[in-house]
Protein backbone atom coordinates (compact mmCIF):
# COMPACT_ATOMS: atom_id res chain seq x y z
CA UNK A 1 0.00 0.00 0.00
CA UNK A 2 1.41 3.31 -0.94
CA UNK A 3 2.36 5.92 2.26
CA UNK A 4 -0.48 8.36 0.83
CA UNK A 5 -3.32 5.83 1.05
CA UNK A 6 -1.79 4.41 4.34
CA UNK A 7 -2.03 7.89 5.42
CA UNK A 8 -5.51 8.27 4.26
CA UNK A 9 -6.48 5.33 5.65
CA UNK A 10 -5.34 6.45 9.02
CA UNK A 11 -6.80 10.05 8.52
CA UNK A 12 -10.41 7.91 8.10
CA UNK A 13 -9.98 5.92 10.88
CA UNK A 14 -8.92 8.82 13.25
CA UNK A 15 -12.04 10.88 11.71
CA UNK A 16 -14.29 8.22 12.53
CA UNK A 17 -13.24 8.17 16.28
CA UNK A 18 -13.90 11.83 16.12
CA UNK A 19 -17.00 11.89 14.56
CA UNK A 20 -18.38 9.10 16.94
CA UNK A 21 -16.53 9.55 20.39
CA UNK A 22 -15.00 13.04 20.08
CA UNK A 23 -17.32 15.78 18.37
CA UNK A 24 -20.27 14.75 20.53
CA UNK A 25 -18.58 15.72 22.96
CA UNK A 26 -17.10 18.67 21.46
CA UNK A 27 -20.56 19.82 20.89
CA UNK A 28 -21.98 19.72 24.30
CA UNK A 29 -18.81 22.46 25.57
CA UNK A 30 -18.96 24.83 22.60
CA UNK A 31 -22.94 24.77 23.29
CA UNK A 32 -22.78 25.10 26.87
CA UNK A 33 -20.20 28.47 26.11
CA UNK A 34 -17.35 27.24 28.35
CA UNK A 35 -15.01 30.23 27.92
CA UNK A 36 -11.82 28.20 27.61
CA UNK A 37 -13.08 25.75 24.99
CA UNK A 38 -15.72 27.94 23.49
CA UNK A 39 -12.61 30.50 21.80
CA UNK A 40 -12.00 27.83 19.46
CA UNK A 41 -14.46 25.40 19.44
CA UNK A 42 -17.82 26.23 17.10
CA UNK A 43 -21.19 25.87 17.73
CA UNK A 44 -21.24 22.78 16.08
CA UNK A 45 -18.29 21.17 18.04
CA UNK A 46 -16.03 21.58 14.86
CA UNK A 47 -13.04 22.96 15.80
CA UNK A 48 -12.07 26.29 14.52
CA UNK A 49 -8.46 26.09 13.74
CA UNK A 50 -8.42 29.63 12.33
CA UNK A 51 -8.32 30.66 15.89
CA UNK A 52 -5.20 28.75 17.05
CA UNK A 53 -1.79 29.46 16.83
CA UNK A 54 -0.18 26.32 15.60
CA UNK A 55 2.94 26.30 17.70
CA UNK A 56 4.71 22.85 16.30
CA UNK A 57 5.26 19.45 17.15
CA UNK A 58 7.44 18.23 20.13
CA UNK A 59 8.89 15.03 20.55
CA UNK A 60 11.03 13.41 22.82
CA UNK A 61 12.09 10.06 23.99
CA UNK A 62 9.74 9.13 27.27
CA UNK A 63 10.85 5.75 29.69
CA UNK A 64 7.48 5.43 29.76
CA UNK A 65 6.74 4.65 25.83
CA UNK A 66 9.07 1.85 26.63
CA UNK A 67 7.66 -1.96 25.98
CA UNK A 68 9.76 -4.79 26.89
CA UNK A 69 9.81 -7.87 24.86
CA UNK A 70 11.71 -11.58 25.57
CA UNK A 71 14.40 -11.05 26.69
CA UNK A 72 14.60 -8.23 29.18
CA UNK A 73 15.14 -6.36 26.34
CA UNK A 74 13.09 -2.53 26.00
CA UNK A 75 12.02 -0.79 22.87
CA UNK A 76 10.35 1.96 22.32
CA UNK A 77 6.88 2.07 21.14
CA UNK A 78 7.98 5.65 19.83
CA UNK A 79 8.66 9.21 20.81
CA UNK A 80 6.14 11.23 23.16
CA UNK A 81 5.10 13.49 20.33
CA UNK A 82 2.58 15.78 20.71
CA UNK A 83 1.10 18.80 18.48
CA UNK A 84 0.80 22.43 19.95
CA UNK A 85 -1.38 25.52 19.63
CA UNK A 86 -2.32 28.22 21.63
CA UNK A 87 -5.37 30.59 21.70
CA UNK A 88 -6.65 33.21 21.53
CA UNK A 89 -6.10 33.64 25.31
CA UNK A 90 -2.94 32.45 25.82
CA UNK A 91 -4.36 28.83 26.67
CA UNK A 92 -1.81 25.91 25.39
CA UNK A 93 -4.17 23.36 23.48
CA UNK A 94 -2.08 19.82 23.19
CA UNK A 95 -3.08 17.22 20.62
CA UNK A 96 -1.02 14.42 21.78
CA UNK A 97 -0.35 11.38 19.30
CA UNK A 98 -2.05 7.92 19.49
CA UNK A 99 0.38 6.58 20.74
CA UNK A 100 1.58 9.07 23.44
CA UNK A 101 -2.05 9.05 24.74
CA UNK A 102 -2.27 5.69 24.93
CA UNK A 103 0.58 5.04 26.84
CA UNK A 104 0.35 8.12 29.02
CA UNK A 105 -3.00 7.00 30.28
CA UNK A 106 -1.48 3.71 31.06
CA UNK A 107 1.14 5.12 32.70
CA UNK A 108 -0.36 8.73 34.20
CA UNK A 109 2.46 8.33 37.02
CA UNK A 110 5.44 7.78 35.10
CA UNK A 111 4.29 10.28 32.10
CA UNK A 112 3.63 12.92 35.20
CA UNK A 113 0.03 13.08 33.60
CA UNK A 114 -0.89 12.72 37.07
CA UNK A 115 0.75 15.51 38.79
CA UNK A 116 -0.28 17.94 36.08
CA UNK A 117 -3.54 16.81 34.39
CA UNK A 118 -4.82 19.26 31.97
CA UNK A 119 -8.77 20.33 31.01
CA UNK A 120 -9.99 17.30 29.17
CA UNK A 121 -13.42 16.99 27.24
CA UNK A 122 -13.26 13.35 27.81
CA UNK A 123 -11.93 11.31 30.45
CA UNK A 124 -8.68 9.17 30.22
CA UNK A 125 -11.07 6.16 29.89
CA UNK A 126 -13.17 7.47 27.70
CA UNK A 127 -10.71 8.19 25.63
CA UNK A 128 -8.75 4.51 25.91
CA UNK A 129 -12.22 3.15 24.81
CA UNK A 130 -12.31 5.67 21.89
CA UNK A 131 -8.85 4.08 20.95
CA UNK A 132 -9.25 0.51 21.66
CA UNK A 133 -13.63 0.94 20.29
CA UNK A 134 -12.77 -1.18 17.04
CA UNK A 135 -10.39 -3.93 19.48
CA UNK A 136 -12.12 -4.48 22.04
CA UNK A 137 -13.64 -8.41 22.43
CA UNK A 138 -17.01 -7.24 24.14
CA UNK A 139 -17.60 -10.68 25.26
CA UNK A 140 -14.83 -10.40 27.50
CA UNK A 141 -15.65 -7.25 28.45
CA UNK A 142 -18.73 -8.55 29.46
CA UNK A 143 -17.38 -11.47 31.10
CA UNK A 144 -15.43 -9.47 33.61
CA UNK A 145 -19.11 -7.65 34.51
CA UNK A 146 -18.11 -4.69 32.20
CA UNK A 147 -21.10 -2.86 30.18
CA UNK A 148 -19.54 0.44 29.44
CA UNK A 149 -16.09 -0.02 27.66
CA UNK A 150 -14.99 3.43 29.71
CA UNK A 151 -15.70 1.98 33.20
CA UNK A 152 -13.31 -0.94 32.25
CA UNK A 153 -10.78 1.62 31.20
CA UNK A 154 -10.89 3.45 33.84
CA UNK A 155 -10.19 0.20 36.08
CA UNK A 156 -7.36 -0.16 33.53
CA UNK A 157 -6.52 3.05 34.54
CA UNK A 158 -6.52 2.85 38.07
CA UNK A 159 -4.68 -0.64 38.15
CA UNK A 160 -7.47 -2.96 38.80
CA UNK A 161 -7.78 -4.42 35.38
CA UNK A 162 -5.44 -5.34 32.68
CA UNK A 163 -6.08 -3.61 29.18
CA UNK A 164 -5.06 -7.01 27.50
CA UNK A 165 -7.44 -9.21 29.37
CA UNK A 166 -10.02 -7.56 26.70
CA UNK A 167 -8.30 -5.71 23.34
CA UNK A 168 -7.41 -7.48 20.65
CA UNK A 169 -3.21 -8.54 20.13
CA UNK A 170 -3.14 -6.73 17.12
CA UNK A 171 -4.03 -3.38 18.52
CA UNK A 172 -0.35 -1.96 20.15
CA UNK A 173 1.15 -2.01 16.60
CA UNK A 174 -2.25 -0.57 14.71
CA UNK A 175 -1.78 2.12 17.24
CA UNK A 176 1.86 2.41 16.64
CA UNK A 177 0.21 2.88 12.86
CA UNK A 178 -1.98 5.50 13.69
CA UNK A 179 0.69 7.64 15.00
CA UNK A 180 2.50 7.40 11.88
CA UNK A 181 -0.89 7.51 9.90
CA UNK A 182 -2.93 10.13 11.34
CA UNK A 183 -0.52 12.20 12.89
CA UNK A 184 -2.45 14.16 15.51
CA UNK A 185 -6.17 14.57 14.21
CA UNK A 186 -8.01 14.74 16.76
CA UNK A 187 -8.68 11.64 19.42
CA UNK A 188 -8.42 13.63 22.48
CA UNK A 189 -7.40 17.26 23.27
CA UNK A 190 -5.55 18.89 26.57
CA UNK A 191 -5.85 22.18 27.07
CA UNK A 192 -3.24 23.74 29.88
CA UNK A 193 -5.03 26.96 30.99
CA UNK A 194 -2.69 30.31 31.06
CA UNK A 195 -1.39 30.48 34.35
CA UNK A 196 -0.36 26.68 34.83
CA UNK A 197 3.26 25.84 35.33
CA UNK A 198 5.11 25.48 32.76
CA UNK A 199 6.37 22.16 33.30
CA UNK A 200 2.96 20.80 33.17
CA UNK A 201 2.43 21.39 29.37
CA UNK A 202 4.59 19.07 27.22
CA UNK A 203 7.18 21.05 25.46
CA UNK A 204 6.64 23.68 28.00
CA UNK A 205 5.57 26.82 28.03
CA UNK A 206 5.46 28.38 24.01
CA UNK A 207 8.45 31.13 23.86
CA UNK A 208 7.29 34.62 24.02
CA UNK A 209 3.79 34.29 25.83
CA UNK A 210 5.58 33.97 29.39
CA UNK A 211 2.40 32.00 30.66
CA UNK A 212 3.23 31.91 34.08
CA UNK A 213 5.77 33.16 36.70
CA UNK A 214 9.01 31.07 37.06
CA UNK A 215 8.74 30.30 40.38
CA UNK A 216 11.27 31.95 42.82
CA UNK A 217 11.34 34.65 40.78
CA UNK A 218 9.49 37.93 39.19
CA UNK A 219 6.17 37.63 38.00
CA UNK A 220 6.75 38.45 34.28
CA UNK A 221 3.37 40.25 33.15
CA UNK A 222 2.15 38.91 30.02
CA UNK A 223 3.12 40.93 26.88
CA UNK A 224 -0.14 42.81 24.82
CA UNK A 225 -1.52 41.08 22.16
CA UNK A 226 -0.01 43.60 19.45
CA UNK A 227 -0.08 40.93 16.48
CA UNK A 228 -2.16 40.34 14.14
CA UNK A 229 -4.99 37.37 14.76
CA UNK A 230 -3.80 33.78 12.54
CA UNK A 231 -5.32 33.55 9.47
CA UNK A 232 -6.03 30.79 6.92
CA UNK A 233 -6.36 31.43 3.74
CA UNK A 234 -6.51 29.15 0.55
CA UNK A 235 -7.70 29.63 -3.60
CA UNK A 236 -11.00 27.50 -4.53
CA UNK A 237 -10.87 24.27 -5.62
CA UNK A 238 -10.35 23.63 -9.70
CA UNK A 239 -11.61 21.12 -12.03
CA UNK A 240 -12.08 20.97 -15.64
CA UNK A 241 -13.51 17.70 -17.69
CA UNK A 242 -14.03 17.05 -21.11
CA UNK A 243 -15.40 14.68 -23.62
CA UNK A 244 -11.79 13.75 -25.23
CA UNK A 245 -12.59 10.89 -27.96
CA UNK A 246 -13.72 10.15 -29.96
CA UNK A 247 -14.49 14.00 -31.83
CA UNK A 248 -18.31 13.07 -33.29
CA UNK A 249 -19.39 10.49 -30.70
CA UNK A 250 -22.90 8.11 -31.88
CA UNK A 251 -25.23 6.75 -29.87
CA UNK A 252 -24.46 2.99 -29.51
CA UNK A 253 -27.37 1.80 -30.74
CA UNK A 254 -26.07 3.06 -34.20
CA UNK A 255 -22.43 1.94 -33.41
CA UNK A 256 -21.45 -1.47 -34.60
CA UNK A 257 -18.21 -0.78 -32.30
CA UNK A 258 -19.91 0.42 -29.23
CA UNK A 259 -17.30 2.80 -29.03
CA UNK A 260 -18.83 4.98 -26.84
CA UNK A 261 -17.23 8.13 -25.42
CA UNK A 262 -14.20 8.84 -23.47
CA UNK A 263 -14.13 11.60 -21.10
CA UNK A 264 -11.33 13.20 -18.83
CA UNK A 265 -11.29 15.18 -15.43
CA UNK A 266 -9.15 16.79 -13.70
CA UNK A 267 -8.94 18.21 -10.18
CA UNK A 268 -6.25 21.02 -9.46
CA UNK A 269 -6.48 21.68 -5.40
CA UNK A 270 -4.48 24.39 -3.97
CA UNK A 271 -3.20 24.38 -0.75
CA UNK A 272 -4.04 25.85 2.65
CA UNK A 273 -2.01 28.23 3.80
CA UNK A 274 -2.16 29.44 7.60
CA UNK A 275 -0.23 32.56 8.81
CA UNK A 276 0.32 33.16 11.95
CA UNK A 277 2.18 35.54 14.43
CA UNK A 278 5.26 35.15 16.97
CA UNK A 279 5.06 37.89 19.43
CA UNK A 280 8.79 38.43 20.31
CA UNK A 281 9.35 40.53 23.20
CA UNK A 282 12.35 42.32 24.11
CA UNK A 283 13.08 44.33 27.17
CA UNK A 284 14.75 47.03 26.96
CA UNK A 285 16.30 49.02 30.08
CA UNK A 286 17.48 52.91 28.63
CA UNK A 287 18.69 55.89 29.80
CA UNK A 288 15.94 58.62 30.18
CA UNK A 289 17.56 61.60 29.18
CA UNK A 290 15.33 64.50 30.71
CA UNK A 291 15.42 62.22 34.24
CA UNK A 292 12.26 61.15 34.55
CA UNK A 293 12.64 58.02 34.14
CA UNK A 294 11.32 55.01 36.69
CA UNK A 295 14.35 52.73 36.71
CA UNK A 296 14.96 49.40 35.61
CA UNK A 297 14.67 47.02 38.37
CA UNK A 298 16.72 43.77 38.83
CA UNK A 299 17.32 40.83 38.55
CA UNK A 300 19.66 42.46 34.99
CA UNK A 301 19.14 38.80 32.81
CA UNK A 302 15.33 40.48 32.49
CA UNK A 303 16.84 42.63 29.67
CA UNK A 304 17.43 41.87 26.21
CA UNK A 305 18.60 45.52 25.47
CA UNK A 306 20.43 48.16 27.87
CA UNK A 307 21.51 51.23 26.45
CA UNK A 308 23.50 53.74 27.83
CA UNK A 309 23.53 57.78 27.07
CA UNK A 310 25.22 57.34 23.83
CA UNK A 311 22.73 55.00 22.23
CA UNK A 312 25.20 51.77 22.73
CA UNK A 313 24.41 49.13 24.46
CA UNK A 314 25.66 47.95 28.18
CA UNK A 315 25.31 46.13 30.57
CA UNK A 316 23.04 46.41 33.64
CA UNK A 317 23.87 47.88 37.41
CA UNK A 318 22.54 47.78 40.43
CA UNK A 319 22.57 51.82 40.22
CA UNK A 320 19.94 51.29 37.45
CA UNK A 321 17.54 50.42 39.74
CA UNK A 322 15.40 53.01 41.02
CA UNK A 323 17.33 55.42 39.40
CA UNK A 324 15.33 58.25 37.77
CA UNK A 325 17.68 58.74 34.99
CA UNK A 326 16.69 54.92 33.09
CA UNK A 327 13.90 53.77 32.22
CA UNK A 328 12.61 49.94 31.81
CA UNK A 329 10.24 49.51 28.64
CA UNK A 330 9.18 46.07 26.45
CA UNK A 331 8.60 46.15 22.71
CA UNK A 332 6.86 43.62 21.06
CA UNK A 333 7.66 42.27 17.28
CA UNK A 334 5.34 40.25 15.68
CA UNK A 335 7.52 37.48 13.66
CA UNK A 336 5.20 36.48 10.64
CA UNK A 337 5.19 32.30 10.12
CA UNK A 338 3.41 31.13 6.50
CA UNK A 339 3.07 27.07 6.72
CA UNK A 340 1.43 25.49 3.34
CA UNK A 341 -0.25 22.54 3.88
CA UNK A 342 -1.33 20.63 0.56
CA UNK A 343 -5.13 19.27 0.61
CA UNK A 344 -5.15 16.26 -0.58
CA UNK A 345 -8.52 15.08 -2.58
CA UNK A 346 -11.17 12.68 -0.37
CA UNK A 347 -13.54 11.81 -3.42
CA UNK A 348 -14.97 13.56 -6.63
CA UNK A 349 -18.15 12.38 -8.34
CA UNK A 350 -18.93 13.16 -12.13
CA UNK A 351 -22.37 13.34 -12.90
CA UNK A 352 -23.78 13.81 -16.86
CA UNK A 353 -26.56 14.68 -17.76
CA UNK A 354 -28.58 14.36 -20.90
CA UNK A 355 -29.61 18.12 -21.00
CA UNK A 356 -33.60 19.22 -20.35
CA UNK A 357 -33.61 20.32 -24.13
CA UNK A 358 -32.19 16.96 -25.39
CA UNK A 359 -34.88 14.40 -23.20
CA UNK A 360 -37.75 16.78 -24.48
CA UNK A 361 -36.36 16.26 -28.32
CA UNK A 362 -36.35 13.06 -28.00
CA UNK A 363 -39.78 12.22 -26.12
CA UNK A 364 -41.59 14.94 -28.41
CA UNK A 365 -39.67 15.08 -31.01
CA UNK A 366 -37.62 12.05 -31.79
CA UNK A 367 -40.65 9.59 -30.77
CA UNK A 368 -42.81 10.32 -33.85
CA UNK A 369 -40.26 9.45 -36.31
CA UNK A 370 -39.31 6.72 -34.25
CA UNK A 371 -41.41 4.75 -32.50
CA UNK A 372 -40.39 3.17 -29.08
CA UNK A 373 -38.05 6.20 -29.14
CA UNK A 374 -37.64 6.61 -25.29
CA UNK A 375 -34.96 8.10 -22.72
CA UNK A 376 -32.60 4.86 -22.09
CA UNK A 377 -29.85 6.40 -20.02
CA UNK A 378 -29.95 9.47 -19.83
CA UNK A 379 -27.78 9.74 -16.77
CA UNK A 380 -24.62 9.00 -15.57
CA UNK A 381 -22.28 9.19 -12.41
CA UNK A 382 -19.33 8.02 -11.54
CA UNK A 383 -17.13 8.57 -8.40
CA UNK A 384 -13.53 8.34 -7.76
CA UNK A 385 -11.38 8.20 -4.28
CA UNK A 386 -8.36 10.48 -4.27
CA UNK A 387 -5.54 11.74 -2.99
CA UNK A 388 -3.66 12.73 -6.25
CA UNK A 389 -0.52 14.00 -5.68
CA UNK A 390 1.26 16.78 -4.85
CA UNK A 391 2.93 19.00 -7.77
CA UNK A 392 4.33 22.63 -7.76
CA UNK A 393 3.33 25.55 -5.11
CA UNK A 394 2.14 22.08 -2.92
CA UNK A 395 -0.85 22.29 -5.19
CA UNK A 396 -2.58 18.70 -5.18
CA UNK A 397 -3.32 17.57 -8.95
CA UNK A 398 -5.71 14.60 -9.48
CA UNK A 399 -7.03 13.39 -13.09
CA UNK A 400 -8.62 10.55 -13.61
CA UNK A 401 -9.93 9.12 -17.96
CA UNK A 402 -13.50 7.64 -18.20
CA UNK A 403 -13.22 5.72 -21.37
CA UNK A 404 -15.67 3.61 -23.75
CA UNK A 405 -19.18 5.50 -21.99
CA UNK A 406 -21.74 3.68 -23.43
CA UNK A 407 -24.14 6.65 -24.07
CA UNK A 408 -27.61 5.17 -25.66
CA UNK A 409 -29.03 8.87 -25.51
CA UNK A 410 -28.27 11.29 -28.55
CA UNK A 411 -28.17 15.06 -27.45
CA UNK A 412 -26.39 17.73 -25.63
CA UNK A 413 -24.59 16.49 -22.38
CA UNK A 414 -24.05 18.70 -19.08
CA UNK A 415 -20.97 17.52 -16.67
CA UNK A 416 -20.96 18.19 -13.17
CA UNK A 417 -17.98 17.30 -10.60
CA UNK A 418 -18.75 17.42 -7.12
CA UNK A 419 -16.01 16.51 -4.21
CA UNK A 420 -14.67 17.12 -0.72
CA UNK A 421 -10.94 17.59 -0.29
CA UNK A 422 -9.08 15.30 2.81
CA UNK A 423 -9.02 18.97 4.75
CA UNK A 424 -5.64 19.68 6.99
CA UNK A 425 -3.86 19.74 10.61
CA UNK A 426 -5.34 23.23 10.36
CA UNK A 427 -8.14 23.50 8.17
CA UNK A 428 -11.44 21.24 7.47
CA UNK A 429 -12.32 19.52 4.30
CA UNK A 430 -13.84 21.17 1.58
CA UNK A 431 -16.48 20.22 -0.36
CA UNK A 432 -16.68 21.60 -3.90
CA UNK A 433 -19.28 21.94 -6.98
CA UNK A 434 -18.15 22.87 -10.07
CA UNK A 435 -19.90 23.02 -13.73
CA UNK A 436 -17.92 21.35 -16.59
CA UNK A 437 -17.77 21.84 -20.66
CA UNK A 438 -21.22 20.20 -22.65
CA UNK A 439 -20.57 18.02 -25.54
CA UNK A 440 -22.60 16.08 -27.98
CA UNK A 441 -23.68 12.47 -28.72
CA UNK A 442 -24.80 12.44 -32.37
CA UNK A 443 -27.85 10.13 -33.74
CA UNK A 444 -27.13 9.48 -37.51
CA UNK A 445 -31.01 9.97 -39.14
CA UNK A 446 -31.73 8.81 -42.31
CA UNK A 447 -33.18 10.97 -45.04
CA UNK A 448 -34.54 9.40 -48.23
CA UNK A 449 -34.05 11.75 -51.20
CA UNK A 450 -35.35 11.56 -54.23
CA UNK A 451 -32.71 10.11 -57.06
CA UNK A 452 -32.47 12.33 -60.10
CA UNK B 1 22.86 -50.27 -32.37
CA UNK B 2 24.99 -47.28 -33.39
CA UNK B 3 24.44 -43.61 -33.32
CA UNK B 4 26.28 -40.68 -34.84
CA UNK B 5 26.30 -37.42 -33.21
CA UNK B 6 27.41 -34.26 -36.05
CA UNK B 7 29.95 -31.83 -34.90
CA UNK B 8 27.10 -29.47 -35.87
CA UNK B 9 24.57 -31.10 -33.74
CA UNK B 10 26.85 -31.59 -30.51
CA UNK B 11 27.60 -28.05 -30.58
CA UNK B 12 23.94 -27.18 -30.98
CA UNK B 13 22.99 -29.25 -28.05
CA UNK B 14 25.78 -27.71 -25.56
CA UNK B 15 24.26 -24.58 -26.47
CA UNK B 16 20.90 -25.32 -25.59
CA UNK B 17 22.23 -26.73 -22.23
CA UNK B 18 24.31 -23.25 -20.95
CA UNK B 19 20.85 -21.40 -22.19
CA UNK B 20 18.81 -23.52 -20.05
CA UNK B 21 21.14 -23.30 -17.13
CA UNK B 22 21.70 -19.81 -17.30
CA UNK B 23 17.65 -18.72 -18.04
CA UNK B 24 16.92 -21.19 -14.61
CA UNK B 25 19.89 -19.46 -12.89
CA UNK B 26 18.24 -16.24 -13.68
CA UNK B 27 14.49 -17.26 -13.19
CA UNK B 28 15.46 -18.37 -9.59
CA UNK B 29 17.18 -15.05 -8.41
CA UNK B 30 14.53 -13.19 -9.93
CA UNK B 31 12.16 -15.19 -7.74
CA UNK B 32 14.20 -15.28 -4.79
CA UNK B 33 14.11 -11.84 -4.75
CA UNK B 34 10.61 -11.37 -4.88
CA UNK B 35 10.21 -14.18 -1.64
CA UNK B 36 12.38 -12.24 -0.02
CA UNK B 37 10.56 -8.85 -0.78
CA UNK B 38 7.33 -10.84 0.54
CA UNK B 39 7.26 -14.16 2.49
CA UNK B 40 4.43 -15.26 3.53
CA UNK B 41 4.45 -18.80 5.29
CA UNK B 42 2.24 -21.70 4.61
CA UNK B 43 1.95 -21.92 8.56
CA UNK B 44 1.65 -19.90 11.79
CA UNK B 45 4.40 -21.70 13.43
CA UNK B 46 6.68 -21.02 10.45
CA UNK B 47 6.29 -17.76 10.37
CA UNK B 48 6.56 -17.44 14.59
CA UNK B 49 9.68 -19.25 14.09
CA UNK B 50 10.83 -17.62 11.28
CA UNK B 51 10.03 -13.75 13.00
CA UNK B 52 12.03 -14.71 16.39
CA UNK B 53 15.04 -16.16 14.60
CA UNK B 54 15.42 -13.25 12.22
CA UNK B 55 14.53 -10.81 14.95
CA UNK B 56 17.24 -11.72 17.37
CA UNK B 57 19.87 -13.06 14.90
CA UNK B 58 22.02 -10.18 14.67
CA UNK B 59 25.47 -9.34 13.00
CA UNK B 60 26.80 -5.54 13.26
CA UNK B 61 28.53 -6.14 10.05
CA UNK B 62 25.03 -6.28 8.37
CA UNK B 63 24.27 -2.75 9.53
CA UNK B 64 20.56 -1.75 10.72
CA UNK B 65 19.15 -1.15 6.88
CA UNK B 66 19.73 -5.00 6.18
CA UNK B 67 18.78 -6.28 9.65
CA UNK B 68 15.23 -4.24 9.37
CA UNK B 69 15.25 -5.66 5.33
CA UNK B 70 15.11 -9.11 6.85
CA UNK B 71 12.28 -8.52 9.55
CA UNK B 72 10.22 -6.86 6.86
CA UNK B 73 10.65 -9.28 4.43
CA UNK B 74 8.35 -11.63 6.73
CA UNK B 75 6.23 -9.12 8.97
CA UNK B 76 2.97 -8.03 8.07
CA UNK B 77 3.47 -4.12 6.48
CA UNK B 78 2.47 -1.77 9.97
CA UNK B 79 4.97 -4.33 11.82
CA UNK B 80 7.71 -3.55 9.46
CA UNK B 81 6.72 0.09 9.64
CA UNK B 82 7.63 -0.53 13.95
CA UNK B 83 10.65 -2.33 13.39
CA UNK B 84 12.11 -0.23 10.84
CA UNK B 85 11.06 3.63 11.73
CA UNK B 86 11.29 2.90 15.34
CA UNK B 87 12.74 -0.44 17.23
CA UNK B 88 15.81 -0.21 14.75
CA UNK B 89 16.60 2.77 15.08
CA UNK B 90 16.63 2.44 18.82
CA UNK B 91 18.86 -1.06 19.31
CA UNK B 92 21.21 -0.54 16.68
CA UNK B 93 23.67 2.04 17.55
CA UNK B 94 24.08 -0.36 20.74
CA UNK B 95 24.87 -3.39 18.34
CA UNK B 96 27.38 -1.57 16.36
CA UNK B 97 28.95 -0.40 19.53
CA UNK B 98 29.42 -3.60 21.66
CA UNK B 99 30.16 -4.91 17.99
CA UNK B 100 27.14 -7.84 18.55
CA UNK B 101 27.34 -11.24 16.54
CA UNK B 102 24.31 -13.16 17.75
CA UNK B 103 22.81 -16.26 16.14
CA UNK B 104 19.43 -17.65 17.00
CA UNK B 105 17.55 -20.44 16.91
CA UNK B 106 14.31 -20.86 17.92
CA UNK B 107 11.95 -24.25 18.23
CA UNK B 108 9.21 -26.01 20.20
CA UNK B 109 6.46 -23.44 18.82
CA UNK B 110 3.18 -23.92 20.30
CA UNK B 111 0.22 -22.56 19.94
CA UNK B 112 -1.52 -21.10 22.44
CA UNK B 113 -4.82 -19.13 20.94
CA UNK B 114 -6.23 -18.23 16.94
CA UNK B 115 -7.96 -14.82 16.76
CA UNK B 116 -9.37 -13.34 14.34
CA UNK B 117 -8.01 -9.12 13.23
CA UNK B 118 -11.75 -7.40 12.79
CA UNK B 119 -9.65 -4.24 11.73
CA UNK B 120 -7.91 -5.84 9.02
CA UNK B 121 -10.70 -7.81 6.87
CA UNK B 122 -11.21 -10.61 9.72
CA UNK B 123 -7.61 -11.90 9.06
CA UNK B 124 -7.05 -15.06 11.11
CA UNK B 125 -4.35 -14.41 14.05
CA UNK B 126 -2.24 -17.03 15.83
CA UNK B 127 -0.68 -16.51 19.06
CA UNK B 128 2.50 -18.65 19.63
CA UNK B 129 4.97 -19.67 21.99
CA UNK B 130 8.75 -20.56 21.21
CA UNK B 131 11.80 -21.50 22.47
CA UNK B 132 14.64 -18.67 21.98
CA UNK B 133 18.24 -19.75 22.11
CA UNK B 134 20.77 -16.94 21.02
CA UNK B 135 24.45 -17.92 20.83
CA UNK B 136 25.17 -14.63 22.69
CA UNK B 137 23.16 -12.19 25.37
CA UNK B 138 22.40 -8.92 23.76
CA UNK B 139 23.95 -6.06 24.98
CA UNK B 140 20.46 -4.15 25.72
CA UNK B 141 19.20 -7.33 27.29
CA UNK B 142 19.05 -9.31 31.02
CA UNK B 143 22.01 -11.83 30.12
CA UNK B 144 19.80 -14.37 29.37
CA UNK B 145 20.37 -16.72 26.33
CA UNK B 146 17.48 -18.93 26.52
CA UNK B 147 13.93 -18.00 27.03
CA UNK B 148 10.06 -18.62 25.94
CA UNK B 149 8.88 -16.08 23.49
CA UNK B 150 5.31 -15.69 23.05
CA UNK B 151 4.53 -14.28 19.20
CA UNK B 152 1.38 -12.64 17.44
CA UNK B 153 1.54 -13.92 13.67
CA UNK B 154 -1.25 -12.67 11.27
CA UNK B 155 -2.46 -14.44 7.81
CA UNK B 156 -2.27 -11.86 4.63
CA UNK B 157 -3.28 -13.09 1.03
CA UNK B 158 0.59 -14.25 0.76
CA UNK B 159 0.82 -16.39 3.91
CA UNK B 160 1.53 -16.01 7.21
CA UNK B 161 3.28 -13.21 8.98
CA UNK B 162 5.27 -12.20 12.03
CA UNK B 163 3.49 -9.07 13.93
CA UNK B 164 4.96 -8.44 17.50
CA UNK B 165 6.33 -10.20 20.33
CA UNK B 166 3.40 -10.29 22.92
CA UNK B 167 4.19 -8.02 26.12
CA UNK B 168 4.16 -9.63 29.83
CA UNK B 169 1.25 -8.51 30.93
CA UNK B 170 -0.48 -9.75 27.43
CA UNK B 171 0.36 -13.65 29.06
CA UNK B 172 -2.20 -13.97 31.59
CA UNK B 173 -4.79 -14.33 28.58
CA UNK B 174 -3.35 -16.93 27.08
CA UNK B 175 -1.26 -18.99 29.72
CA UNK B 176 -3.79 -20.54 32.50
CA UNK B 177 -6.14 -17.67 31.26
CA UNK B 178 -8.77 -17.39 28.08
CA UNK B 179 -7.76 -19.73 25.35
Known amino acids: MKTI ?30 DAWGEFLNPDGSINWANLTYLGEESKPADWMMIEIPGGIQVPLGEARYNRYITPSGNVLVLPSPATMFMTFLHPEDSGFADNPPEMLSSGS ?64 WLYLSGENCDAIPGGCPPGFNLTPTPGGTPTPPPPVACPAPSIAFENVNASGEKVAPPKPVVIGQDPEKRGADVELLATIPPVILTWYEARTTNICEYA ?86 LKRPDWEFTFQGPGSVGGGSIVFWSQLIPDIQFADPGVYQMQVRGLTTGTLVSVPRPFALPLSEFTVDLLRVTLIEAP | MEIYFSRQRVLIAVIAILVVAVATLVILKISGQSLAQAVGFDSGSGAALAGVETFYSVDYHDGQDVWAARLCALSTEPACNFYQNTVAPFLWPDFEASQTLVTTEANEAVMLAEEIASTRGNAPMQVWQVAVNLSTPWPQGDGQTSFPAYVLVVRE ?23
Open chain 1, 5 to 34: TRILLGLICVAIIFVILVNPVLKAFAGEGD
Open chain 1, 126 to 189: QILAALAANYIDVEDLQALGYVDPAEFFQAVIEGRENIWSVVSPNFLIEIVRMSFDAGFLVTGL
Open chain 1, 289 to 374: PGGNGGGCPGPGSEYNQVIDSDGNETGWSYFMENNSNWEASTETECIQHVEIFPDYLNYATLSINLSSESRNWILTDLAPAYPGAD
Open chain 2, 157 to 179: ESGWKFERFLLEEELAKYIGGKQ
